[in-house]
C-alpha cells in the first residue's frame, strides 16, 4: 500500500518499517494492519490474560507540572528504552495526543529530545483516526438526541430541559463553550442551550479506554445518561437505539496503535483523555495488550499524582484489575522552584531556598502515594539549566524523606540517560509483592460525598469540601438513578494541589469547592467539577498554531 507517513528527516534515519518493531513483541505481519510503513493497529485477539499477569508495571506520574508540563511524556519514552538497553523485552504504552494543546500551548506531545515516539507528526496531526471517529460516534448521539426532540410524535416523551448530552469537538475554542441551537424555526428544531466540550471529555473517550472488548463497548455506549421524560423516567443512548451505530463507528477506533521510539522500542498509543477534566490515562486495552506482549511495561498518566495518579489507581485500577509494579514520580529542578515561588522567568537561575520550598509539593505526591501503598522513586527530569548542586539537593531532600531520586537525562541522551533511573524501577517491581494489593483512597460503598470528602482530604489536603446549589441538586439525581456507587473522577486545575491554580506549593487550610457533577453512567464513574476547570479549554494568546506550517514537499515543520 502507499505510505501514509508524514517522516522528517531525522526519522528517516532512525525509524524502522513497523513489521520490525512489532516483531520484537512476537507480533507477526500478516497479524497488524498497516497505516503506512511505521504506523500499525494490533490485534485484539494478542490479549493474553495469563501471560499480562506475569509482567511487570511501571506507572510514571509526576509532581504539579509549570505550565509547560515536567515531561511524563518524554520521561516514560526514555525509561522504556533504558529498559530494552538493560536487555528487557519493553514497551511504552502512551495516550494519543489531542489536537486541542497540539496547536495550543504545547505545540505537539510526542516527547523530546533523544526520548521521542515517531512517526512525530502523524501522530500529532490526526494519527490512525482514533479521534476523528470518537468524536462523529459522540456528535451522532447528539443529533440523535435533537432529532428526537423535534420529531412531533417523540416517542421516548424526551424533556428537553433535563438533555445533558453535549456535543465534542477536538479543538481548543472557547467560543463553543455555551451555545444555543434550534434558532430559525420548527424545521431547524428545538430550541435550547447546550455546549461542546473537547474530544478529549468526551464520554464516549471515557468508555473506549474503559473498555474490555467490542461487546463491553457497546453496552457501555447504551448506558450513556441523556436526561428524563417530563416524569422523570431516565433515558439512556440504548433507548434511542444508537449505540450499536456509534459502536460500529468506533470499530478500528477500539484498536490500539503500534509506532516506535526512535531507538526502536515498541510504543503502543490508545485513547487520550485528559486528567484535569477526564481519567487521563491510556485504554485499558492497550495496557493489557502491552503486558501480554512485553515484560515491562512503562505507562504515564496526565498531570500530577493528585489528579491522574489517583484516577489511573482509583478509577482504571479497579476497574481493569489493574495495579503497578512500581510508580516513576517525575520532578524538575524548575518545577521545584516555581512551587518554591519563583517566577516563570526566573527558573533558570540559581535558586536552592526555593528548592527547599517548593518541595513541599513533591512531599504531598510522594506522601499521597504511600496512601496508595506505593513507594515511588523519584526521577529527576534534567535540563540544561539544571546545576549538579541543585540536583545533589532534590537527591538529599528526598533521601531525607526515604524515597530515592534518580538524575535521569533522557532527553539529551535517550535510553542512556535513563538507565539508572530503570535500574532502579526494575528492583522496585522485584520487590512488588505477587498478588499484587491495591489499596484505594475511597471505598465504592461509600457515599458520593464521602467519595468526593476522601479524595479532597487526603489526597488534595483540603479541609473541608462545599457542595454548590447545582452539586446537591446533581447528587439528588444521582441517588434517583442509583448510581451512589460508582467511583469518582474529579475534575479541578492541575496547576494546584487546590481547586484554585495560584495556589501553589503544598497548600493547607483551604475549603474545596464542588460547583456540579456531571453522570458518565456508560463510562462507571461520576464527574465531579470544581472551582473554575472547563470541559472546553481555550487557546493561549500565542497558540502554537502560529509556528506549524508544511513545507512544499509535505514536511511538517513547527511541533515541538
Not at 276 to 301: F, H, K, M, P, W
Amino acid at each position: 500500500m502507499a505510505s501514509l507517513d508524514s517522516i522528517s528527516a531525522l526519522e528517516k534515519s532512525v525509524l524502522r518499517p513497523i513489521t520490525e518493531i512489532a516483531a520484537k513483541l512476537g507480533v507477526t505481519a500478516d497479524e497488524l494492519e498497516l497505516h503506512g510503513r511505521f504506523k500499525a493497529k494490533l490485534p485484539l485477539a494478542r490479549i493474553d490474560a495469563a501471560r499480562a499477569e506475569r509482567s511487570r508495571l511501571i506507572l510514571v506520574s509526576a509532581i504539579t507540572p509549570t505550565p509547560a508540563g515536567e515531561g511524563k511524556t518524554t520521561t516514560t519514552i526514555g525509561l522504556a528504552d533504558a529498559l530494552t538497553r538493560l536487555g528487557k523485552k519493553a514497551a511504552a504504552v502512551l495516550r494519543e495526543p489531542s489536537l486541542g494543546p497540539v496547536f495550543g500551548l504545547k505545540g505537539g506531545a510526542t516527547g523530546g529530545g533523544r526520548a521521542r515516539v515517531g512517526p512525530h507528526a502523524d501522530i500529532n496531526l490526526h494519527f490512525n483516526g482514533d479521534f476523528a471517529a470518537i468524536e462523529k460516534a459522540h456528535n451522532l448521539l447528539a443529533a440523535c438526541v435533537d432529532n428526537q426532540l423535534q420529531n412531533k410524535k417523540n416517542v421516548l416523551g424526551l424533556d428537553p430541559m433535563t438533555v445533558r448530552t453535549k456535543r465534542v469537538f477536538d479543538m481548543n475554542d472557547r467560543a463553543l463553550r455555551r451555545i444555543m441551537i434550534g434558532l430559525g424555526g420548527r424545521g431547524f428544531g428545538v430550541p435550547r442551550e447546550t455546549g461542546f466540550d473537547i474530544t478529549a471529555a468526551s464520554e464516549v473517550m471515557a468508555i473506549l479506554c474503559l473498555a474490555s472488548s467490542r461487546a463491553d463497548l457497546k453496552a457501555r455506549l447504551g448506558g450513556i445518561f441523556i436526561g428524563f421524560t417530563r416524569e422523570r423516567k431516565p433515558i439512556y443512548a440504548r433507548d434511542l437505539k444508537i449505540h450499536g451505530a456509534m459502536a460500529a463507528l468506533l470499530k478500528d477506533a477500539i484498536v490500539p496503535n503500534l509506532v516506535q521510539t526512535h531507538e526502536g522500542t515498541p510504543a503502543i498509543l490508545h485513547g487520550g483523555p485528559f486528567a484535569n477534566i477526564a481519567q487521563g490515562t491510556n485504554s485499558v486495552l492497550a495496557t493489557r495488550l502491552g503486558l501480554s506482549l512485553a515484560d515491562y511495561v512503562v505507562t504515564e498518566c496526565g498531570f500530577g499524582f493528585d489528579l491522574g495518579g489517583e484516577k489511573f489507581l482509583d478509577l482504571k485500577c479497579r476497574t481493569a484489575g489493574l495495579w503497578p509494579d512500581a510508580l516513576a514520580l517525575v520532578a524538575t529542578v524548575r518545577a521545584l522552584k516555581y512551587q518554591g515561588g519563583a517566577a516563570l522567568k526566573e527558573l533558570s537561575a540559581a535558586n536552592p531556598d526555593a528548592i527547599r520550598r517548593g518541595f513541599a509539593n513533591l512531599q504531598k505526591h510522594l506522601e499521597n502515594a504511600r496512601v496508595f501503598g506505593l513507594t515511588p522513586v523519584v526521577v529527576l527530569n534534567r535540563f540544561p539549566t539544571d546545576t549538579a548542586e541543585e540536583l545533589a539537593l532534590v537527591v538529599q531532600l528526598c533521601a531525607e524523606f526515604g524515597v530515592q531520586a534518580v538524575p535521569s537525562d533522557h532527553f539529551g541522551l535517550g535510553g542512556e540517560g535513563a538507565l539508572a533511573a530503570a535500574t532502579a524501577l526494575v528492583a522496585a517491581c522485584e520487590k512488588s509483592p505477587r498478588p499484587r494489593a491495591p489499596h484505594y483512597a475511597y471505598e465504592l460503598t461509600q457515599t458520593v460525598e464521602e467519595k468526593i470528602t476522601a479524595v479532597a482530604t487526603r489526597i488534595y489536603g483540603a479541609d473541608r469540601v462545599e457542595f454548590g446549589a447545582k452539586a446537591r441538586t446533581d447528587l439528588k439525581t444521582i441517588a434517583e438513578l442509583g448510581l451512589t456507587g460508582l467511583p469518582i473522577c474529579i475534575a479541578k486545575t492541575q496547576y494546584s494541589f487546590s481547586d484554585q491554580p495560584a495556589l501553589l506549593g503544598r497548600p493547607r487550610g483551604f475549603t474545596f469547592v464542588v460547583r456540579e457533577i456531571e453522570i458518565a453512567a456508560g463510562a462507571g464513574f461520576l464527574v465531579p467539577i470544581a472551582g473554575e476547570i472547563l470541559r472546553m479549554p481555550g487557546l493561549p494568546e500565542v497558540p502554537a498554531a502560529e509556528h506549524i506550517d508544511i513545507t512544499d514537499d509535505g514536511e511538517i515543520t513547527g511541533l515541538t
